[in-house]
């Protein structure tokens, strides 16, 4: 166990410097057809209560950020945040008071760029996904629940380890082999214990197999890996487990719904989609929705972070899926949904990180000022 100092908020000290080091794992497409590829019959009982039907725990008071859990020289202390301003239902998930987005606004605050940082404070305070990093799983998922638990909230959590993840493109890499995948996964499984996390798991990893990117002699051990993710994190009492299943602008739902049942989706409590994606909010329940009938009506939760404007069109095919321009935030997060198979709208991409170094942005993850403050120019 490491012993390494801890932030006022919980959270590992060492975690919030190698988030900003590059540990950040976004986005893969489908280079060939043009098109980004990311990102229980009935629910589970006893332990558990349906995500968009929980009540939310408001945290008492606000979250200083403390310039002693930043990364390198940082912007220092930043505007104080509590749950005000979030949308209704979206006080379930906690908010990292050091995310890039707080560090940046921050920043701003300090130069005296107050228009800057209010555009950033509504990426600022919404909650996001935590993207766990290869190396330090266990450290990383005690962290992030710790800090959620301790303000009287549920972590998101997005994994994205998966052997041979992304087809060597832009976000390629991932664990090893399997082996080590499966030590991997119980090091995430082994840092949440009894705290409460919603995990989306593996963006990409169905939709590369269905669409060809990943090479079919890797298929049947990704399935194995899926299902046994499923069923290994379904055994912790306070986690839900969303499979990621593409977005609407991806084929069909009927070329997706039987990899999802040899990928576990019986033992899940549902599935996301639009994971990385511009997709609208619309688009994305219908596709859902048509998705879940196929799947003995498992419910599902929406990536809205950046699908305020919908998808981009302007260009190349082969390009709209990677830093569009135009984008916008989408509706913020919320368990308020509305509809009884939607559980929630979530921000699992975060706005702001970029896809990719393309059109002008830098590598995949990597946090871009310029591109968040178009996303919060734009949003209505």
């Known amino acids: 166990m490491r012993t390494e100092a801890l ?58 950020l403390l310039a002693g859990c930043t ?6 202390p930043g505007p104080a945040r509590g749950a005000a301003g979030r949308s209704p239902g979206g006080e379930r998930y906690w908010v990292n008071p050091d995310g890039n987005a707080a560090r ?34 266990e450290a990383e998922a005690k962290g992030l629940t710790e800090a959620a638990a301790k303000a009287g909230r549920e972590a998101l959590l997005v994994l994205y380890n998966i052997p041979h993840r992304d087809c060597g493109q832009f976000s390629r890499g991932g664990a090893a082999d399997g082996n080590a995948y499966r030590t991997w996964l119980e090091g995430v499984a082994r840092g949440i214990g009894d705290r409460r996390a919603t995990v989306i798991l593996e963006p990409d990893a169905l939709l590369h197999m269905v669409d060809g ?21 379904g055994r912790q009492p306070g986690v839900r487990v969303y499979v990621d299943a593409g977005n609407a ?17 019986g033992a899940a409590d549902g599935f996301a989609v639009n994971v990385s994606n511009f997709q609208t909010t619309r688009a994305s329940t219908e ?11 498992k419910p599902f939760v929406i990536d809205t972070s950046r699908n305020g404007n919908g998808p981009y069109r302007g260009g190349a095919p082969g390009e709209n899926w990677c830093n569009p321009p135009g984008r916008a935030l989408g509706d913020p997060p919320t368990t308020d949904t509305g509809d009884a198979l939607v559980d929630a709208h979530l921000w699992i991409k975060r ?30």
């Open 7 to 64: 932030c006022q908020d919980g959270t590992d000290a060492a975690l919030h410097r190698r988030r900003t080091e590059g540990e950040c794992m976004y986005g893969s497409h489908d280079g060939r057809r043009g098109v980004r590829t990311g990102r229980r019959t009935g629910r589970r009982t006893g332990r558990r209560t349906g995500l968009g039907r929980a009540g939310a725990v408001a945290a008492a008071g606000a979250v200083l």
């Open 71 to 76: 990364s390198g020289p940082g912007p220092g």
């Open 104 to 137: 940046q606004a921050a920043a701003y605050t300090r130069d005296g760029d107050g228009a800057g940082a209010a555009l950033i404070e509504r990426i600022a305070r919404q909650p996001v996904g935590e993207w766990i990093g290869p190396d330090t799983p």
């Open 213 to 233: 990117c990943t090479p079919q002699e890797f298929h049947e051990e990704r399935y194995d890996l899926l299902k046994g993710a499923v069923e290994r994190l």
């Open 249 to 265: 602008g991806w084929r069909t739902p009927d070329a997706l719904f039987r990899p999802l049942r040899r990928a576990g989706i």
């Open 287 to 297: 596709f859902g929705k048509r998705l879940s009938a196929k799947v003995g009506g």
């Open 351 to 380: 706005p702001g990180e970029s896809d990719g170094d393309c059109r002008g942005g830098p590598k995949a993850g990597a946090w871009w000022p310029e591109y968040a403050l178009g996303l919060a120019r734009a949003a209505k």
